[in-house]
């Protein structure tokens, strides 16, 4: 059973910066594409960041200069580095991974549980 586990949340004034972590682990395979989006209260989840197994990056308009996503040495690892955050960046974080299921049955999509992100002005 793939499971995903996030680190590196918390508070921090704005302009400040947070690194998050996530790891998914109970796969034989690599991922395809990994990434974090962000829930706001009263707000749909959307796409912060991801990263693909080549290095391929996509970021969201509103996070472009300021958060970086990058491949962990670890197998199946990424981070996200975010600076001169600001109060609209308050939300919960969750990873994501795209990794093959085991005998060709297709892609699995996972998430982790979500940690905090609290930008005070």
């Known amino acids: 059973q793939v499971q995903l586990v996030e680190s590196g949340g918390g508070s921090v004034q704005a302009g400040g910066s947070l690194t998050l972590f996530c790891a998914a682990s109970?796969?034989?395979?690599?991922?395809?594409?990994m990434g974090w989006y962000r829930q706001a209260p009263g707000e749909k989840r959307e796409l912060v960041a991801t990263i693909t197994s080549g290095g391929s990056t996509n970021y969201a308009d509103s996070v472009k200069g300021r958060f970086t996503i990058s491949k962990g040495n670890a197998k199946n690892t990424v981070s996200m580095e975010m600076n001169s955050l600001k109060s609209e960046d308050t939300a919960i974080y969750y990873c994501?991974?795209?990794?093959?299921?085991?005998w060709g049955m297709g892609m699995g999509d996972y998430w982790g549980q979500g940690t905090q992100v609290t930008v005070s002005s």
């Open positions: 109970g796969s034989t395979w690599s991922f395809t594409s």
């Open positions: 994501n991974a795209e990794i093959p299921r085991d």
